[in-house]
Nanobody, 129 residues
Framework: QVRLVESGGGLVQAGGSLRLSCAASRRAFTDYNWGWFRQYPGLEREFVAAITRTGAPDYADSVKGRFTISRDNAESIVSLQMNSLKPDDTAVYYC???????????????????????WGQGTQVTVSS
């Protein structure tokens, strides 16, 4: 079973930066697409960013220009660099792996929670005003 280990969450002031990382077992990493979602209390998880197995990124409009997703296939790590953080970014952040390993997947697929079948435990990000 694939295990995802997230790290990097914490408390930061508005305007600051955090870097989230998600480590996976190597044989379960390279062939897949990866995403980050976040969840506010009482609400469904929402899409934040994704990266395809070929390295193409996709972002939610709310984070575009502030967040950067990347993947290190050698280390089996997917990261989310978050800059210019706002109090509205306060949430639990989850990394996830898609079901499909196809080279091409549409943006609608990457943005759907149902496209992912393996999830991390979540890491809290709190941005103070």
């Amino acid at each position: 079973q694939v295990r995802l280990v997230e790290s990097g969450g914490g408390l930061v002031q508005a305007g600051g930066s955090l870097r989230l990382s998600c480590a996976a077992s190597r044989r379960a990493f390279t062939d897949y697409n990866w995403g980050w979602f976040r969840q506010y209390p009482g609400l469904e998880r929402e899409f934040v960013a994704a990266i395809t197995r070929t390295g193409a990124p996709d972002y939610a409009d709310s984070v575009k220009g502030r967040f950067t997703i990347s993947r290190d296939n050698a280390e089996s790590i997917v990261s989310l660099q978050m800059n210019s953080l706002k109090p509205d970014d306060t949430a639990v952040y989850y990394c996830a792996r898609t079901r499909r390993t196809a080279y091409y997947v549409p943006s609608t697929y990457l943005r759907a929670q149902s496209s992912y079948d393996t999830w991390g435990q979540g890491t809290q990000v709190t941005v103070s005003s």
